[in-house]
């Protein structure tokens, strides 16, 4: 889970484009970059870290042009550490092209293998995104053969890459002296828009993850992509759109509605806050069957993602909403952070209780999901040190209990704390009086019900099915060997950092 964006301006795109990610920056804190274009010069800057830490007033004079790409980084697959694997990536045949992605390919390792024994690409790290840009120079060039670009040709490539690679992923490409290509899964799993606006030269275009880096920066929503189509949008903003896949059908990952996109989006055609208050109405339905309303003093949400769904249970069970927690907005999601050691150290200077708001009480606290179970038990003891009578957990999401492999990071089952366990299991390990969980199919009823066409979702952490259909249990198999790979190597680098610091030899 990434977040990505494409411009196509008559002015300079290098500031329009920062603001962009600074608003998608709850995609992704773990690198940023840019990449402009003037003329068929392409200017890159891009590093690891926050999007405002990453750009200097330095590193923006050094990105010129009307045209440009950024994305913000959420590793899931590759070296997090690396930055080397922080995006864009660039291939400099055919064309000239630069690429950002949001999303997992799950068939990354027998696509590299192609390229490099078939193709004969080379593949320089172990980012899926350096194996997505190689498949689609490889088939623009296949497509061109020498011919003049065009946006037919453009489609044409754009139709064999979705042949090739499978998985989720929603793309944006810039193609040097040509214009920006941007594409969307068959399965629309994860997110994109497209929208336009007049800035101060003239008619700017905008692709984006989400519909708040197309409003926030003063820009008119048109629509989302479509699963499987393509726009190319020239370099005069003209925007040509093709349905490149054969059968498409829109199936929006569940998780970000619950948990991943900012509230004051709206992607498919729902409002991510509306979700998230129908989510706690049913959420609420469920609480009532198992706890007694009377038995609950307050309702605290745990910020930031649940506080819709917090309101409108407090609302529907009658109790008072209460914020029972300061968040350190300068300490980024713990959901997100690479290494569960930074994870757990993360939660106590992310989050500190009100106690006034616990003491003497039975608190009812309310989670967007609870994944692996650590920062719930964490939250849970702080409750009790602050005064907490009881304490009770509810999770405005079902239990997840299977790994996803779409670019959300819960690629093992062993990391998950509901696989394999019963409820009750689940609440002795985080300490909680109860445990509420929503219901896999009333979430998505009342969240589909925000889009009337919307037919599926993909929700496969909770239900176990992986709406690709091409995922294999020798696939878990692989990610989870990857996943202990990455984990030693970013245990060690914490050590090392550790020694560092103390100055011990590393």
Known sequence: MCGIVGVISKGAVNQLIYDSLLLLQHRGQDAAGIVTMQGTKCFMHKARGMVRDVFRTRNMRGLPGTVGLGQVRYPTAGNAYSEEEAQPFYVNAPFGIVLVHNGNLTNALALKRELVDIDRRHINTTSDTE?????????????????????????????????????????????????????????????????????????????????????????????????????????????????????????????????????????????????????????????????????????????????????????????????????????????????????????????????????????????????????????????????????YMASAAPPVRFPNVYGIDMPTSEELIAHGRTIEEIRQFIGADALIYQDVDAMKRVVGALNPKLRSFEASCFDGHYITGDVSAADFTAMAEQRKAQVDEEESDDRTRLALQNGEPA
């Open 131 to 391: 194996v997505l840009i190689n498949v689609v120079a490889h088939e623009l060039a296949l497509a061109t053969r020498d011919r003049p670009l065009t946006p037919d040709l453009v489609f044409d490539a754009v139709r064999a890459v979705h042949k090739r690679i499978k998985g989720s992923y929603a793309v944006v490409a810039l193609i040097a002296g040509h214009g920006l290509l941007a594409f969307r899964d068959p399965f629309g799993i994860r997110p994109l828009c497209v929208g336009e606006g007049v800035g101060p030269e003239g008619r700017e275009v905008m692709v984006a993850s989400e519909s708040v880096a197309i409003e926030g920066t003063g820009h008119q929503v048109l629509r989302d992509v479509a699963p499987g189509e393509a726009l190319f949008i020239d370099l005069e903003g003209t925007v040509h759109a093709r349905q490149c896949a054969e059968n498409p059908s829109l199936n929006p990952c569940m998780f970000e509605y619950v948990y991943l996109a900012r509230p004051d989006s709206i992607m498919d055609g729902i409002s991510v806050y509306q979700a998230r208050l129908n989510m706690g109405e049913t959420l609420a339905q469920r609480l009532i069957s198992t706890i007694p309303p009377n038995e609950i003093d307050v309702v605290i949400p745990i910020p930031e993602s649940s506080r819709p769904s917090a309101m409108q249970l407090a609302q529907r069970i009658g109790k008072p909403y209460r914020e029972g927690f300061v968040k350190n907005r300068y300490v980024g999601r713990t959901f997100i952070m690479p290494g569960q050691g930074a994870r757990k150290k993360s939660v106590r200077q992310k989050l500190n209780a009100i106690g006034v708001e616990f003491k003497g009480r039975n608190v009812l606290l309310v989670d967007d999901s609870i994944v692996r179970g650590n920062t719930s038990k964490e939250i849970v003891q702080m409750a009790r040190d602050a005064g907490a009578r009881k304490v």
